[in-house]
């Protein structure tokens, strides 16, 4: 369903909870603490720059969504450049800067699931080092959350995206292909699920992360086929967008692997849909279950975690 901006929501059938939660009853009174993840590898060139921005700008941008920034905590997917000196020495964000550091360099998805399980916000934002999709749409992925949608998703394809500065026709092509893929290998509407810019209520999103298999670009097809399965709000949204020619992306390696990690996906998703293989608890259940879920991810056994300096919690 579009709404004015021309927002996809998408609201699985089989949901029957109020729309909205109780757990944040009263919310609209007080802003609410938003933690930052940007995965990173190998960005000692572009880190500066994204650590100078959030520090100058990023609480008067977050004050018209109505979010207070908690901590930006930046996943080091083990850069071998000068990466890990810059967040261990950076004056920027005193107080709110964490860093993680993977003992090795596993993927995006497994830095991002990483910064997703260290985070402490009500709400978690999902962004790119270059910030591609500048900070200001956090606004209307905010607006979602508001309105009761667990995960907002922001998107390049839909009539109301701005796309500043297009990819080259090529890389443009490929996106367009996965899309296109995954929605005839799942049978989900979205139109754009590898837009690097999401928005997450981590309340009722942990156990995405906790079902998260996939390390490399495609997580992202991952954590909206399990958002299905767990009858999570979903909400697909318009946002702005330019492209970035500094790119860690390899066009053939990472399109490749993306095919095979989609193919996995969508097998594993028709598989726990046969009687008897499903997994997901009952909907009420989920943040009691995801806790002793036998997948879950041991994260101080797979990172190093700098928490300097220790945050208060939300």
């Known amino acids: 369903m579009l709404d004015a901006r021309g927002a996809i929501h998408f609201h699985p059938r089989w949901v029957s909870r109020p729309y909205g939660h109780w757990d944040e009853l009263g919310e609209s009174m007080k802003r609410r603490a938003l933690s930052i993840v940007v995965p990173v590898f190998n960005e000692e060139r572009r880190l500066p720059a994204l650590l100078d921005r959030l520090d100058a700008e990023a609480d008067a941008v977050l004050v018209s969504a109505e979010l207070e920034l908690l901590e930006v905590i930046v996943v080091d997917d083990g850069s071998d450049d000068g990466t890990s000196d810059i967040l261990a020495t950076s004056a920027r964000l005193p107080g709110r800067l964490r860093s993680i550091r993977l003992p090795a360099h596993v993927g995006k998805g497994a830095a991002v699931r990483a910064g997703a399980q260290a985070a402490r916000g009500d709400r ?33 394809s839909l009539p109301a995206s701005d796309i500043v500065v297009h990819q080259p026709a090529h890389r443009e092509l490929a996106g367009k292909t996965f899309n296109l893929l995954f929605r005839l290998a799942t049978g989900l509407a979205w139109r754009d699920t590898q837009c690097g810019f999401k928005l997450f209520r981590r309340t009722t999103t942990r156990e995405l992360f906790e079902l998260q298999r996939v390390d490399g670009f495609a997580y992202d097809a991952e954590l909206c086929v399990n958002a299905d399965r767990l009858g999570l709000r979903v909400s697909e949204v318009p946002v702005r967008w330019m492209n970035n020619v500094d790119t860690r992306v390899t066009f053939f390696g990472s399109s490749v692997q993306m095919a095979l990690d989609l193919a996995r996906i969508a097998w594993r998703a028709r598989q726990l849909k046969r009687p008897g293989l499903d997994e997901t608890p009952p909907r009420e259940a989920v943040g009691e279950a995801s806790a002793g879920r036998k997948h879950a991810v041991d994260l101080d056994a797979r990172v190093a975690v700098d928490d300097r300096p220790e945050l208060p919690q939300p």
């Open 124 to 156: 978690i934002l999902m962004t790119d080092v270059d910030l591609s999709t500048p900070l200001e749409e956090v606004v209307h992925l905010s607006a979602e959350l508001d309105r009761g949608v667990d995960f907002a998703m922001g998107s390049r």
